[in-house]
């Protein structure tokens, strides 16, 4: 754990960057520092491996006060990737990632052996090590500052606005893949980013800052979205905080409707009233097809692919609320068509059921941990 006590930063121009800032860091998640422009998050980053220095409190590694610990050995345990990657422009890829473990005294060879290794950790092909930053496209600069700062294997990483410079797309890229390789690795992060949804997206943790260094709040991504601390907080967060946090509350006691369906190439049977316009088409497995329109299709006919309207999104097991609410609203019934692991239809949801559950985890505050969908319990499946 990084534990920071009662610490501050008041810069020689008698700047106040960080005022009183109390918090502790889990060991093996990611805590994400968020907050607008000039108010505190870097400068309480590098307090921590001691590029800059507090001018008032502690902070502790694992219960040791980081002053008891010389700045390079420190450092060497802590992981550093700034933006723009801040890799060195003459040496080659693999060079780069190889430095730290060949200062701290590991032959070159087994060095780049190691680099090329990482390369492939973070999605690289090994040939790219041969070439020089300036001849791989940003994106791909960042992952090698990712593999650089993973080099000796430090249990902290710290990371500065690491895929802000890269555009969107690639950007979204770089924070799945980094949380598959956190997945994989398990390390202390500290993730410093001025984009609320990226800490949402990343952070096990999320330390909201407001100008002034003050920590305006620090808790999970979902009571940061239900339950912001202030306006201040609220503001920042922007909208559709509701709608965003029904990421983290779990389908798992959505009950499921019993849905009529039709074998594709089935004839279509005559409807029986207006509710039942829509009828949901599978295929022979019983896999969804698409929602055939009763009003628009002969009664008799048979059902081709062709008569078919594409029926939106699909709830799967172990999928949120906002997937469920989805699937409902994207549906031209209004029905949402629940699938099990295998694709195959298990009913349907509909939207005051979602609006129900919502309600019920509101009350009971169903915030699951990130990561802790895959292990859901599946939706419970209640006859009509
Ligand atoms: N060396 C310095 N001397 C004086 N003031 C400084 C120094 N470094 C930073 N500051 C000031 O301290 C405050 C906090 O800066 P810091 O870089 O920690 O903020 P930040 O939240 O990381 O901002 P950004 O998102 O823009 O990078 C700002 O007002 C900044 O101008």
């Known amino acids: 754990m990084i534990s920071f006590q009662s610490v501050a ?34 400068t309480s980053l590098r307090m921590i491996n001691r ?50 473990p060949v200062l701290q005294g590991k032959n ?38 990712v593999a650089r700062a993973l080099a000796a294997d430090p249990p902290v990483m710290l990371m500065d606005e690491p895929f802000s410079a890269v555009d969107p797309v690639v950007r979204e890229q770089l924070q799945t893949e980094f949380l598959r390789l956190q997945d994989e690795l398990g390390k202390t992060i500290v993730f410093v980013t001025h984009d609320i ?31 912001p601390a202030d306006d201040f907080v609220a503001d920042f967060i922007g909208r559709d905080r509701g709608y965003r946090a029904l990421s983290f509350s779990l389908a798992g006691s959505l009950p499921l409707t019993d ?39 002969p009664t008799g006919r048979a059902s081709a692919t062709s008569d078919l309207r594409l029926g939106g999104s699909l709830a799967a097991p172990g999928q949120s609320l906002r997937t469920a609410l989805d699937a409902a609203l994207s549906s031209p019934s209004g029905r949402g068509v629940a699938v099990d ?34 292990s859901a319990p599946d939706m419970k499946k209640v006859p009509s």
């Open 9 to 42: 930063k008041v810069y020689p121009d008698g700047t106040a960057a960080v005022q009183d800032l109390s918090l502790d860091i889990p060991t093996g998640r990611i805590t994400v520092f968020v907050g607008p422009s000039g108010c505190g998050k870097t």
């Open 259 to 297: 849905e009529p369906m039709l074998r594709l190439g089935d004839p279509v049977p005559s409807a029986t009233g207006p509710e039942d316009r829509w009828l949901l088409v599978v295929d022979p497995d019983g896999r969804p097809r698409g929602w055939l329109d009763r009003e628009e299709t």
């Open 341 to 374: 692991a295998d694709g195959i239809v298990v009913g349907s949801i509909t939207i005051p059921d979602v609006v129900e559950a919502i309600r019920a985890a509101d009350r009971t505050g169903l915030d699951q941990p990130v990561g802790a969908a895959s």
């Open 108 to 145: 070159r060879r087994e060095a780049r052996t190691a680099a090329r290794e990482l390369l492939e950790r973070v999605g690289l092909p090994v040939e790219m090590g041969r070439r020089y930053p300036n001849q791989l496209s940003g994106g791909q600069q960042q992952r090698v500052g």
């Open 197 to 227: 949804d990226e800490a949402v997206k990343l952070g096990d943790r999320i330390a909201v800052f407001a100008v002034g260094g003050r920590l305006a709040q620090f808790s999970s991504p979902a009571d940061l979205l239900r339950r």
């Open 51 to 100: 590029m800059i220095e507090p001018t008032a409190g502690t902070i502790e590694i694992d219960g040791r006060d980081t002053r008891s610990i010389d700045a390079p050995t420190l450092r060497r345990g802590i992981g550093y990737v700034i933006q723009n990657a801040g890799l060195f422009p003459h040496r080659t890829v693999e060079d780069n990632i190889a430095t730290v």
